[in-house]
């Protein structure tokens, strides 16, 4: 198949590589994924629920994974979640810098992850290669399979499926072909919906350590500190100077009530004007993809805060690390 016609068929700008019949050794596959399917509203979905998921697991780790294309390729965080969901420590370089070593322990997790699911590496819907090279298919079909083994209760969108155009060398040179990789499964009708958001599982694992650390990290320029995550953040004074921080933007004191006297003061304010106004700030900042309500916040409900300031923990992780790590790693 010529070039041109290729590109056409996966609906790429010509200036992404395609590989040529040489760089393809003969029997190779690489699949592409097309525009359209990327921008599939239920392939974005799972995407999503799988980022909130890993992130949730590791969040005692300070690891907050950006991408699954990638941050999952060379074997590092894959081999935290399988130490969180599995136990298993694997003797593997801790942090491997070069290449060669990322695909040796790659290798090495991805055999132990096959081994507790129990999957022989020829009816895997992945491979080192495919992780390795990035493979976001193959990167979700693994992850899909961690999910359902470990922890059910994470609510994956049902009957997932997406368009691939899969290259293939041949004697006669490469050949192109449609297929839809089937991601997640439909639900039957008597199935039981799973009606725990990933924030449940979050709160199973009692994050309070990570967060409290990087609240306080982010407020000791005010010479501030919290304890309680629940209880300090009811009247929503300490929620506002750490958005203000974090954002990078200064708030009046007229426009927020500094000392509410009482919890009944508290909720008889306007709409409950503290913690509406930080709610709104950071649903204008794009932070806050679940409604939350300002009177849960303010009546102290645990899942409610710790959604508030999970989505301020994965946007500014980077700049609570002391040594400005990105995210997606461990430090």
């Known amino acids: 198949m010529e070039p041109e016609s290729l590109y056409n068929l996966l609906q790429l700008p010509s200036e992404v590589a395609l590989p040529t019949e040489e760089q393809l050794p003969q029997g ?7 525009p359209s399917s990327r921008k599939d509203p239920k392939f974005e979905e799972l995407q999503k629920v799988l980022v909130e998921w890993i992130n949730a697991a590791l969040l005692p780790e300070h690891v907050v994974v950006r991408s699954l294309e990638e941050d999952m390729f060379d074997g590092l965080i894959l081999h935290h979640l399988l130490q969180k969901l599995a136990g298993l420590r694997l003797q593997v370089e801790e942090i491997a810098l070069t290449a060669a070593s990322q695909r040796r322990k790659l290798e090495v997790v991805l055999g132990a992850v096959n081994r507790a699911l129990q999957v022989e590496e020829p009816q895997a819907k992945w491979s080192v290669e495919a992780i390795f090279n990035k493979d976001l298919v193959a990167t979700l079909h693994l992850l899909v399979a961690l999910a359902k083994h ?3 209760s994470v609510p994956l969108p049902s009957n997932v499926q997406v368009e691939v155009v899969t290259i293939e060398s041949t004697k006669s040179g490469l050949k192109s072909g449609k297929s839809l990789e089937q991601l997640t ?12 958001d990933v924030l449940d599982e979050l709160l199973k694992m009692a994050p309070e350590k990570a967060i409290v650390s ?5 407020l000791r320029s005010l010479g501030l500190a919290v304890q309680s995550l629940n209880s300090q953040f009811a009247d929503g004074v300490i929620l506002l100077l750490l958005i203000g921080q974090l954002e990078g933007f200064f708030l009046h004191l007229k426009e927020f009530y500094l ?3 009482s919890p009944a003061e508290m909720v008889s304010l306007p709409e409950v004007h503290n913690v509406t106004l930080a709610l709104e700030l950071l649903r204008d900042a794009g932070l806050l993809s679940h409604p939350v309500s300002p009177e849960d916040i303010v009546n102290k409900d645990p899942k409610s805060t710790l959604r508030v300031l999970y989505s301020l923990f994965c946007k500014h992780k980077l700049k609570a690390s002391a040594d400005g790590t990105p995210c997606g790693t461990l430090h």
């Open 28 to 34: 190779a596959k690489k699949k592409y994924l097309p």
């Open 150 to 152: 470990f922890q059910p």
């Open 185 to 196: 499964t439909q639900r039957s009708t008597g199935e039981d919906q799973p009606s725990e």
């Open 214 to 218: 990087f609240v306080n990290h982010s």
């Open 259 to 261: 000392t509410p006297s």
